[in-house]
């Protein structure tokens, strides 16, 4: 008798079945051998003769995987293609719980609906992938990168993935910069987090470039990961409005631990000084705050500028405005720029008052700007290399200060019959001169010419004339102290407030022109005047440190 054996081991992990089969002589055995999970041995339906296929049925007993295998009370079909030595086919056919008879149950857990692929083996997968690597190529897309990424078990749905995101507004070449956002399904991962983003405030128009940024959120879990960082935002007394705007700066936010680097550099932050209030304005300006690291960027910055002079309230009220420079390189910018102003003629002293009015400057280019603009000084208007130190100390704004407005003013003064010499000595005395209307300093001069009828020396004595308001200042003092019968300097009479003024007119005295109130950074408000003022006013500043910006009072 010739002997046609097959032997076939079919396992199941999840329904636990592992029949052994022996086919002689065209008849078909099923062993005694029983599933874990089963309730009884599968049974025979039909015979095989060679070259036919024969039909097994197994009831599948109450297991906790189960529901893996059970899908809407109908019949799976697991098909089993043996190559035998006649050809021969073996089908297994696995009826669901209401066709077995038994009663309804609801399943221990609920699992989520998503959509089922097909069942494939090891070589149709190894098919799959080859046909849908070919179809990438064929649009355009490379798809080395996939080599380990999952891909979906028919070229249909990765179709249906590149359609959705050239729908969205990608194009191939933003595929071609991260194609692993092939691997996020449609409904599972792309619909969710779009929609998200779109309750958030996103427009339409802004999502393809949000995703040229930052892809990766296609990965991400709208649970886990987007909204707590949204409550995040909000605990910040970030509006609503603005958070699609934080997220477009600087979408890796998304990827940071809450308990992490966001929130210890604002806890930094407000220890420093900085108003819990402020926090919120200056991550709407400047969102990359919260994600400097604290012990490797902003405390080596903070006390290398206290190092410098500025003292931590002054430095608290610079990161509120000007959130950024937490962003600029300490080694690489920072302190190569303070060593070119240092050459350049700025004294040690004066580094805090420069940085504290202009501190964009530490972030700058900054001595290529200093060379060109100090042979520019030297050449147009004769100022030498020390005193293009004291304009920068007065004006640090000056190393960004294009040359065609510089000229223009330059020009305005000699054609009034100032000398270069002159003109040197008032831009080294009043560096604002260089940034003040040309009109407004036309009007100003015609007044000076024919109201105030003084020679130009008081001017170049007093160049912060220009600087002030005509209308406001300048005519209405003049006109008070006409009536008044009082001759006086500029200076004397447009170089103080308005209560002070008010006290040198109801004087029967002239103060003496000395220089205003003198102040170094970090250090309290001196003033140089004579014990005639009185003690009250002495004693309210006595308990009061002042620090300012700038020179003037």
């Given at each position: 008798m010739a002997w046609m054996k097959w032997r076939g081991d079919f396992c199941c992990r999840h329904l636990h079945i592992i029949p052994v089969f022996t086919m002689m002589q065209g008849k078909t055995y099923v062993s005694d051998q029983k599933s874990v999970g089963a309730t009884s041995a599968p049974q025979v339906s039909s015979e095989s003769s060679n070259g036919s296929s024969c039909e097994i049925n197994c009831n599948i007993g109450r297991h906790p995987f189960e529901r893996n295998c059970i899908l809407s009370k109908r019949t799976l079909f697991l098909t089993l293609k043996t190559r035998m030595l006649d050809g021969g086919n073996v089908a297994f056919r696995v009826p669901s719980r209401a066709a077995s008879g038994e009663p309804n149950k609801i399943p221990e857990f609920q699992m989520p609906t998503v959509t089922w692929g097909v069942v494939q083996g090891r070589k149709e997968k190894l098919v799959s992938r080859v046909i849908i690597c070919d179809y990438?190529?064929?649009?355009?897309?490379?798809?080395?990168?996939?080599?380990?990424?999952?891909?979906?078990?028919?070229?249909?749905?990765?179709?249906?993935?590149?359609?959705?995101?050239q729908r969205l507004g990608l194009t191939i070449d933003d595929i071609n910069q991260y194609p692993l956002m092939l691997g996020c399904s449609v409904r599972k991962n792309m619909v969710p987090v779009l929609d998200y983003l779109n309750k958030l405030g996103f427009q339409k128009q802004e999502l393809p470039s949000f995703l040229r940024k930052h892809p990766q959120v296609l990965h991400a879990s709208v649970i886990v990961d987007l909204v707590p960082v949204t409550k995040f935002l909000r605990g910040l007394d970030i509006e609503r409005i603005d958070i699609p705007v934080v997220l477009q700066k600087y979408p890796e936010l998304l990827e940071f631990k809450l308990e992490g680097t966001m929130s210890t550099s604002v806890a930094y932050l407000v220890s420093i000084g900085v108003n819990p209030r402020d926090i919120g304005p200056m991550v709407t300006h400047y969102p990359q705050i919260l994600g400097t690291r604290v012990g490797k960027v902003i405390k080596p910055i903070v006390a290398y500028l206290e190092n410098l002079g500025l003292p931590k309230q002054v430095l608290a009220r610079m990161i509120e405005k000007r959130p950024y420079i937490l962003g600029y390189d300490l080694d690489e910018l920072m302190k190569r720029n303070v060593e070119s102003l240092c050459s350049f003629g700025v004294r040690r002293e004066a580094l805090a008052s420069v940085i504290a009015q202009y501190p964009q400057i530490l972030g700058l280019n900054l001595k290529p700007k200093l060379t060109s603009q100090q042979y520019f000084f030297n050449f147009n208007i004769k100022i030498g290399p020390e005193d293009f130190g004291r304009i920068l100390e007065k004006m640090p704004q000056v190393v960004s200060l294009p040359h065609v407005p510089i000229k223009k003013r330059v020009e305005f003064?000699?054609?009034?019959?100032?000398?270069?010499?002159?003109?040197?000595?008032?831009?080294?005395?009043?560096?604002?001169?260089?940034?003040?209307?040309?009109?407004?300093?036309?009007?100003?001069?015609?007044?000076?010419?024919?109201?105030?009828?003084?020679?130009?020396?008081?001017?170049?004595?007093?160049?912060?004339?220009?600087?002030?308001?005509?209308?406001?200042?300048?005519?209405?003092?003049?006109?008070?102290?006409?009536?008044?019968?009082?001759?006086?300097?500029?200076?004397?009479?447009?170089?103080?407030?308005d209560q002070r003024f008010e006290e040198r007119l109801e004087g029967n005295y002239i103060e003496n022109e000395d220089v205003g109130p003198s102040f170094s950074m970090g250090g309290p408000l001196e003033s140089p005047r004579d014990a005639v003022d009185s003690e009250e006013e002495d004693e309210e500043i006595e308990d009061e440190v002042f620090y300012r910006r700038t020179v003037s009072v």
């Open positions: 990438l190529r064929s649009i355009g897309i490379v798809p080395d990168e996939l080599e380990h990424l999952e891909l979906p078990s028919t070229v249909d749905v990765m179709r249906e993935r590149v359609d959705f995101l003064f000699r054609g009034r019959g100032f000398s270069d010499e002159d003109i040197a000595k008032m831009v080294v005395s009043c560096p604002q001169l260089l940034v003040v209307n040309v009109e407004l300093m036309k009007r100003s001069f015609y007044y000076f010419k024919t109201e105030i009828k003084r020679p130009l020396e008081e001017l170049v004595e007093f160049p912060s004339y220009f600087t002030y308001s005509l209308e406001f200042r300048i005519k209405s003092r003049f006109q008070r102290m006409s009536r008044k019968g009082i001759r006086c300097s500029l200076g004397w009479m447009l170089n103080c407030s």
